[in-house]
């Protein structure tokens, strides 16, 4: 259990709390929204803020509409491994790019934008779905002394999982903000994530533990 008087040490990264993440979106995930004041809530208690943008080209290769014949939600293999196949979501300049108009951007230190080369996906905060093409945020966060790295936002299963994996393996210390966050559960993939978040230590927090 981490010590929430950490939170002014650490950063909080908010994954893409997007329009086409929420409902009426794109790529709506349930109930996404529901993370909004919450993140809102507990932004200010981090030392550093830094939310991500899924921005996509309206050609992205991880679109189901890219490859001729395929359905959404099925899986290719691209040079990278396994991929799915998502509906057009994110693309960079519409509307379902944007952030959630309830979602409070001033207290962001960075905006960190993600999956912008049409090649190849981009799932984590720090690093491309081929896992060698860093974000640059490690670095961001060791420039600035970080060691403690808080997560929220959507989906817990996809693009939070795959952050909480890679700052792991990158070294920080990793708390996931279980409310603040909502899945897409996709065949069982929920589980599957909370359950390699737990193997690889993430601590597991709700709001109410340390932002009454
Ligand atoms: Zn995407």
């Known amino acids: 259990m981490p010590d929430p008087a950490?939170?002014?040490?650490?950063?909080?990264?908010?994954?893409?709390v997007q329009n086409d993440f929420c409902p009426g979106g794109a790529l709506a995930v349930a109930d996404g929204?529901?993370?909004?004041?919450?993140?809102?809530?507990?932004a200010r208690r981090f030392g550093v803020r830094v939310y991500t943008q899924d921005w996509h080209a309206a050609d992205h290769r991880s679109f189901a509409?890219?490859?001729p014949g395929a359905s959404p939600f099925s899986t290719t293999e691209m040079s990278y491994g396994m991929q799915v196949l998502w509906p057009?979501?994110?693309?960079?300049g519409t509307p379902g790019a944007e952030f959630h108009p309830g979602l409070d951007l001033e207290p962001a230190d960075l905006i960190l934008r993600k999956g912008f080369r049409p090649h190849v996906d981009s799932y984590s905060a720090?690093?491309?779905?081929?896992?060698?093409t860093p974000t640059g945020l490690a670095g961001y966060l060791r420039e600035r002394g970080i060691a403690s790295v808080w997560l929220a936002g959507l989906a817990t299963d996809f693009c939070v999982h795959y952050s909480a994996?890679?700052?792991v393996r990158l070294g920080f210390r990793?708390?996931?903000?279980e409310d603040a966050c909502r899945e897409i559960?996709?065949?069982?993939?929920?589980?599957?994530?909370l359950a390699a978040m737990g193997e690889a230590g993430v601590a597991f927090v709700r709001t109410a533990e340390f932002a009454a």
């Open 33 to 42: 929204d529901a993370v909004v004041p919450l993140v809102n809530r507990i």
């Open 165 to 167: 994996l890679d700052a």
């Open 6 to 16: 950490d939170t002014s040490a650490a950063t909080l990264v908010v994954v893409d």
């Open 65 to 67: 509409s890219s490859h």
């Open 174 to 177: 990793v708390t996931l903000v």
């Open 126 to 132: 720090f690093y491309e779905n081929d896992r060698v």
């Open 88 to 92: 057009d979501h994110c693309v960079q």
């Open 185 to 193: 559960d996709l065949d069982g993939s929920h589980a599957a994530a």
